[in-house]
C-alpha cells in the first residue's frame, strides 16, 4: 500500500512561478510541453521507500524535444519535495517516427539515470512494434529496483475471444511496470 505525501504538483514548463498550472500555455513563448508532467510524492506504507513518479505523455510530434525536457522536470523535483528518488514513466511516444530510441542515452546518461523499458519492448496494442511507454530513474533509487520490469499483456491474460471485444476497446497501449523494493531505502 502506499500513501501518497502533500505537495503534488504540475511542473511550471514556462517559467511564470505558478507551478498549479490547469491548463495548456501554449501561448506563452516559454511553453515546453503540451501536456505538463504531473509530478507527485508517495512512501510505501510498511516499508521505507519513498519515491517521486513523474507522469508525462508526450505530444507525438515534439517528442524528441519534449523527452529532451525531461532531465530538467527530474531536476525541479528535488527544490520542491526534497527526494533524490525519482521514478518518470508515462507515454513518452519514444518510438518509431516520433523518436529515435537509439539516442536515450544522451538526454538520459547511464551515469545518472536507468532507463528501464527496453528498446526492444512493444507496448502497443496495435500491429506495429513501437516501444512508446517508458520508465526512466535517477541513479539513487537502484538500491530500491528490484530488476525487474515488462509489459502487461492483458490481452495475453484475459480471454478477448468475443468477436466485439478487442484489445484497443481497452486501450492503445499495454502498461509498462516495474518491481521496487519496499525496505531498502537509505535516504
Known sequence: MLQALPNSYTYDDDGDGNDSNDIDDTLHPNDLFEREPFIAHFKVKSGEFDFVLINIHTKPD???????????????????LNEVDIICLGDFNADGSYFDESTYNTIFPSSQYNWLISNSEDTTVAASDNTYDRIVTTLSTTEDFEGTTGVYRFDQIYDFSSPTLDPSDVSDHYPVWGEFYSDKDTD
Open 62 to 80: 515534439d517528442a524528441t524535444a519534449e523527452i529532451g525536457y525531461l532531465p530538467d522536470v527530474i531536476q525541479d523535483v528535488f527544490p520542491h
